[in-house]
Each structure stands twice: as C-alpha cells, then as structure tokens.
Nanobody
C-alpha cells in the first residue's frame, strides 16, 4: 500500500513554469514506477509522464514533450512534475499515481492515486 499526496498546483500565466510534487508514504517508494496524469473539464484523463523505479527511463506524452520533466528523489519519497512554457491547454487537475507493475512506461497499470492538484494557466 502507498499513499500519495500532490501539491504545487496554482494559477500561472501562459509561458510560466510550475513544479508539482507528489509525496509518497507507506511501502518502499522505489518499488514503484510513478506517473503523472491530468484531466481537464469535460475531457478524459490522460497520461502526461512516467518514470521508472530507478529514474533511468522516462515517458512523455507528445503534448508535453520538451516542456515537462518528471524527476524523482527516492531518498525523499517524492516525484515531481516540472512544467515549463505552460499553455492554457495545460489547465487541468493533475494526479500522480504509482504502479507496481512491469512493462512499458506508456502502458503501465496504476493501482494507487493521489487526490489531485489544480493547475490553471491563464492566457
């Protein structure tokens, strides 16, 4: 079992930057691949980024590639989402999730989810 708590969401102007944090507690954080997802009003939840257990591999959705990064600090039981060059279309509730599964980062099943943090990008 792992508990996830996101923080860092806020209102930011287009072109700005924001860093989200996801703090994990419970079982060993390094046992999980981690992902960030987002859901905008009226839209389905979409995968944004993912990182392997040791941080050696990452995945990014095409819509955020080159603008977002997903570092993790296993010593601090925390994964981050660094978001640069933000656009109004990045506005959404952002969720972090943990996966104990194996396989390609883009298609992992996530069994643990945080409560989400709101990111709003104004034009």
């Amino acid at each position: 079992q792992v508990q996830l708590v996101e923080s860092g969401g806020e209102l930011v102007q287009a072109g700005g930057s924001l860093r989200l944090s996801c703090a994990a507690s419970g079982r060993t954080f390094s046992s999980y691949a981690m992902g960030w997802f987002r859901q905008a009003p009226g839209k389905e939840r979409e995968s944004v980024a993912a990182i392997s257990r040791n941080g050696g591999s990452t995945y990014y959705a095409n819509s955020v590639k080159g603008r977002f990064t997903i570092p993790r600090d296993n010593a601090k039981n925390t994964v981050y989402l660094q978001m640069n060059s933000l656009k109004p279309e990045d506005t959404a509730v952002y969720y972090c999730a943990a996966s104990g599964g194996m396989g390609a980062l883009a298609t992992l099943h996530y069994g643990y989810w945080g409560q989400g943090t709101q990111v709003t990008v104004s034009s």
